[in-house]
């Protein structure tokens, strides 16, 4: 499809829809700039790193709206799991220093969320030589748990000499 076509089809678009085809171009553009993926911005999350230092907790905040919202007008519960696994998945990275992937995700979800903010607090539960165990509550504006999870993260052995200082939290800073 050329540019063109695109701005033409972008034309029958109301105002909601352009606000959304905006907001994931910006997202785009923004993952490729930070070479941070796509959905931490496209949903708008942000890192509390003070915290981690003080107390090893990594808490993520994302903004709940329409573009998180279920038919029903509340928090898609896959969006819970996916907030859930960022933050599980960062304070794995931020432990072992290395970059990982999900091996294994569990969320129980509890009551609806309230508000206009979820946070969700995950914490290292245990950090070996290639796997990291980690667990996760989120709340909503009001301090309700509305979801918790545990998660296993896969982190490669570092090769001597492989560079692999350059970690998620020097892109967070």
Known sequence: MTKEEMLAELGDFGDDELRVALHAG?????ARDQQFY????????????????????????????????NPGGMVHWGVLAFLCDNAMGLASHLASGRPGVTVDLGVKYHKPARGKILRATASVLSCGSTLV?????????????????????????????????????????
Request: charged letters at 30%; one cysteine or more.
């Open 26 to 30: 910006r997202a785009l553009k923004a």
């Open 38 to 69: 796509f959905l931490h911005s496209f949903f708008r999350e942000t890192f509390d790193m003070e915290r981690w230092e003080e107390t090893g907790e990594c808490v993520v905040a994302m903004p709940q709206d329409e573009l998180v919202w």
């Open 133 to 173: 165990a980690a667990r996760c509550q989120i709340h909503d504006e009001r301090g309700t748990l509305v979801a918790s999870g545990t998660g296993t993260f896969y982190h490669r052995r570092a090769r001597e000499g492989s560079g692999t200082a350059d970690t998620l939290s020097d892109k967070l800073t």
